[in-house]
């Protein structure tokens, strides 16, 4: 049985993309997929090896501009690459889909140009990685004044404080750190970003442990014990700091909706298979019945709607034409109707939903993250009502 969301690509995006999609999907055929259950049994993290090969193919400089030794692609390419990688793993999707949407992006967007010719280059070829230090234990949705601190001391600056929930932080080479560095400033203008090596002195990492979600993907806390870095390192301009993380975040919350489709995706394929496969009563397969087919035909019609919505967001950012409010809308509703419709899918498919080695526990777990990462849905929407609001 075809995947039917290629059936949807096919029609939706351009045929070279199309093209690109499709290696993507051979690799993940061929070096994600037999190995996952392994990982996961073992509880280990994605193998060096495979993040190695995923340089090798260019993943790490998909977005990142040729003159820099990036691929010169798109934000269509990344989610095609988040939907053809999150299909078997989110954590082997999110791995490259943080390092560029998150790590390499905000240099992308803000960076000096000698910043750009000192990291893109590395990047883009898989050498470095840079690391989103937004989230902190205090500090979650309410982001804007984080309680890492950044002062000011002769030529450099100091920082201070904790951050966690920092995606790929095993890997990373680099920590892009979100401080606080006017405290007084009006709102939304305290904050500076900077680029700290994770090998500067006073700067220790941990692995966040515990964590059922997302697996195979590294999730770190990462302490600063008054790191000095100099004046070089801020990224953007002193107190807009802000600024650089929410711009970042439009197209993280893209490749977050590209994820959440990728289960919808594979619990569909999975449960017709199923529900043709699966013989009980009269020798019938399960797939006859009424009741069994509403839940397909609700996970293929949401499959192609979101689908839809999102390739068109993605060509809208690409124009630079999205607002924040569209980039949260699309990420809210895929997450959300692909976490409504994967307990479904299992109750189709039975007992045997139930086995980490049939797949959709992992997806229903995995698709969790999509929900509050990157903007939890419910405070997304403080920002998706302002303009259906009149003040
Ligand atoms: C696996 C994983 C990877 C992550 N990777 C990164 C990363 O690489 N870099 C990074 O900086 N962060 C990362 N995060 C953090 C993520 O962005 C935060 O979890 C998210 O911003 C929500 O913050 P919080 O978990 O502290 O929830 P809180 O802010 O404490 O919110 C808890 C809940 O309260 C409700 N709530 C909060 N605010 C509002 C509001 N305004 N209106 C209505 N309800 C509200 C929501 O239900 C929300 O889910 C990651 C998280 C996970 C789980």
Redesign the pocket.
């Known amino acids: 049985m075809p995947r039917r969301i290629d059936h949807y690509l096919q029609s939706l995006v351009h045929e070279d993309k199309f093209e690109f999609y499709e290696v993507v999907r051979d690799f993940a055929d061929a070096e994600v997929a037999p190995h996952v259950l392994k990982w996961e049994r073992d509880h280990v993290l994605l193998p060096e090896s495979v993040i190695a090969q995923m340089g090798e193919i260019g993943l790490f400089g998909l977005p990142i501009k040729e003159e820099y030794g990036g691929q010169g692609g798109d934000m269509t390419d990344l989610v095609l690459m988040g939907l053809a990688l999150g299909y078997h793993s989110h954590s082997a999707a ?1 791995t490259p889909g ?1 390092a560029i949407s ?1 790590g390499a992006k905000p240099l992308q967007l803000c960076g000096t140009e000698e910043q750009k010719k000192e990291h893109l280059p590395d990047l883009a070829a898989g050498k470095r990685m840079f ?5 902190e234990p205090g ?5 804007a004044n984080p309680e890492v601190t950044a002062k000011k001391k002769g030529n450099a600056w100091v920082i201070q404080g904790e ?6 932080a095993r890997w990373a080479s680099h920590v892009i750190v ?1 401080a606080l560095t006017d405290p007084d400033g009006p709102n939304g203008r305290r904050s500076t970003c900077f680029i700290v090596p994770m090998d500067a002195k006073g700067v220790f990492y941990q692995e966040m442990s515990g ?1 059922k ?2 697996e195979q ?1 590294s ?1 770190g806390q990462i302490m600063f014990d008054a790191v000095e870095v100099p004046e070089s390192a801020v990224l953007g301009e002193v107190n807009d700091g802000f600024k650089v993380m929410v711009t970042t975040l439009n197209g993280g919350r893209l490749f977050i909706g590209a994820l959440a489709l990728s289960s919808l995706a594979f619990a569909l394929d999975k449960t017709r298979r199923y529900a043709e496969e699966r013989i009980q009563f009269d020798d019938q397969p399960i797939g006859r019945f009424q009741r069994v087919q509403d839940v397909i035909i609700d996970m293929d019609v949401a499959l192609e709607r979101n689908l839809t919505w999102l390739m068109h967001c993605s060509k809208r950012f690409d124009e630079n034409k999205l607002d924040r409010e569209q980039a949260a809308k699309v990420k809210m509703d895929s997450s959300r109707v692909a976490s409504e419709l994967l307990p479904l899918a299992m109750e189709v498919c039975g007992g045997v939903a139930c086995l980490d080695e049939f797949g959709l526990i992992r997806h229903l777990n995995d698709l969790f ?1 999509t ?9 997304l ?2 920002l998706i009502v302002r303009p259906l609001r009149r003040d």
């Open positions: 999110i943080a998150l690391v989103f230090g937004l989230s500090r979650g949705s309410d982001a951050k966690c929930w920092s995606t790929n979100h964590k979600v997302w993907s999730t993250v929900r509050v990462g990157e903007g939890s849905n419910f405070a929407k403080d």
